[in-house]
Nanobody, 119 residues
Framework: QVQLVESGGGLVQAGGSLRLSCAAS????????MGWYRQAPGNQRELVAE???????KYGDSVNGRFTISGDNGKNTVTLQMNNLKPEDAAVYYC?????????????WGQGTQVTVSS
């Protein structure tokens, strides 16, 4: 059974930094894309950042320039370095892994980790 386990969330003051990590278990292949999404109360889940197996990255407009995603394909891990955090970054952050295999598409989610930013 595939599991994505996030760590690193918490409380930080505005302007501070946090580092989120996600590690996969129960997987015997390299994910096509790993990334982070977030969801604040009353809002839809939105893309924060993602990285492909080849190393290409994509960021949400609101975090571009402040957040950096990195990954280790061999270990199926992904890290999100969040700098200059703002109160509007507060949300539950979810790790995601998706792609397509011969057996069909897959799309896995972690349980989420809370990020709180105080003003």
């Amino acid at each position: 059974q595939v599991q994505l386990v996030e760590s690193g969330g918490g409380l930080v003051q505005a302007g501070g930094s946090l580092r989120l990590s996600c590690a996969a278990s129960g997987i015997m292949f390299t994910f096509g894309v790993m990334g982070w999404y977030r969801q604040a109360p009353g809002n839809q889940r939105e893309l924060v950042a993602e990285i492909t197996r080849g190393g290409s990255t994509k960021y949400g407009d609101s975090v571009n320039g402040r957040f950096t995603i990195s990954g280790d394909n061999g270990k199926n891990t992904v890290t999100l370095q969040m700098n200059n955090l703002k109160p509007e970054d507060a949300a539950v952050y979810y790790c995601n892994a998706r792609g397509v295999r011969i057996s069909g598409p897959y799309d896995y989610w972690g349980q989420g980790t809370q990020v709180t930013v105080s003003s």
